[in-house]
């Protein structure tokens, strides 16, 4: 799973976005030397991740940052393109530092 707005493993582009902790301008080198067996990478875009990770402390009482809504999205995308019951995802932020609009 990458940001929308920075396709760094699949097109090669590094660009801005807001999901902290992936997509930091390099392709990590476990990636780079496996790449052959790369399944699917699924692209969500910063915002609706930020969305998705409100939604997620809004609803559930589950407090995260942006890369967990990514990942929760990414593991929803996953479910329905292929048909499966059951994805497992991890959360790997937690969201004191999201609390504000600050860090946007």
Not at 69 to 75: I, K, N, S, T, V
Not at 89 to 101: L, S
């Amino acid at each position: 799973m990458e940001p929308s707005e920075s396709c760094t493993i699949l097109c090669g582009e590094i660009g801005k976005h807001l999901i902290e902790g992936i997509a930091d301008g390099f392709i990590p080198g476990i990636i780079a030397r496996h790449r052959d067996i790369l399944d699917d990478v699924c692209h969500i875009e910063s915002d609706v991740s930020i969305e998705e990770m409100r939604r997620l402390g809004r609803e559930h009482g589950i407090f995260v940052g942006p890369s967990s809504g990514a990942h929760l999205l990414a593991a929803k995308m996953l479910k329905e393109k292929h048909g499966v019951e059951n994805v497992v995802t991890f959360f790997c932020d937690e969201g004191e530092k999201y609390i504000n609009d600050y860090w946007l």
